[in-house]
């Protein structure tokens, strides 16, 4: 079985500018963010997550159990509230955030030593690859 567990650090980002102005993230924010590089560290213990993404403008963290809805804040990012839910596709974490905002969501999964996360809202997809550190 799969083991997100484990600190990533970003090789590579596509779209996330476009990613943030769909989630109506201010023109400063955005300009610093799209500078990053994002560290994410995994633990993971069977079915429950804690995903901390640190950078050294802002951090978020989250928490969940795969199948259980979860109120997600989203602060430091748009603030925005989503009933959030994580469940497997495969070996594939696909993450469904209901809210005001359509089709937004992300997908995470593992392929040799990177990291692949798929971050969607609205109509626009980013796409970031870490590797592991
Ligand atoms: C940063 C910097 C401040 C502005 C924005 C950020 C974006 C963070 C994102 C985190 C996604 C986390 C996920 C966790 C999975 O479990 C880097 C904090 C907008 C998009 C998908």
Not at 37 to 50: H, T
Not at 65 to 71: D, H, L, N, R
Not at 106 to 130: A, S
């Amino acid at each position: 079985p799969v083991d997100f567990s484990g600190t990533w650090n970003l090789v590579s980002s596509d779209n996330f500018e476009s990613y943030m102005l769909a989630l109506g993230i201010d023109f400063a924010t955005r300009k610093i963010a799209k500078m990053l590089k994002p560290q994410k560290v995994i633990e993971q213990e069977g079915d429950s997550f804690s995903i901390q993404t640190t950078s050294t403008f802002r951090s978020y963290f989250v928490q969940f159990k795969i199948g259980e809805e979860f109120e997600e804040d989203n602060k430091g990012l748009d603030h925005r509230k989503c009933k959030s839910v994580v469940t497997w596709d495969n070996d594939k974490l696909v993450c469904v955030q209901t809210g005001d905002k359509k089709n937004r969501g992300w997908t995470h999964w593992i392929e040799g030593d990177q990291l692949y996360l798929e971050l969607r809202c609205e109509d626009q997809v980013c796409k970031q690859v870490y590797k592991r550190a």
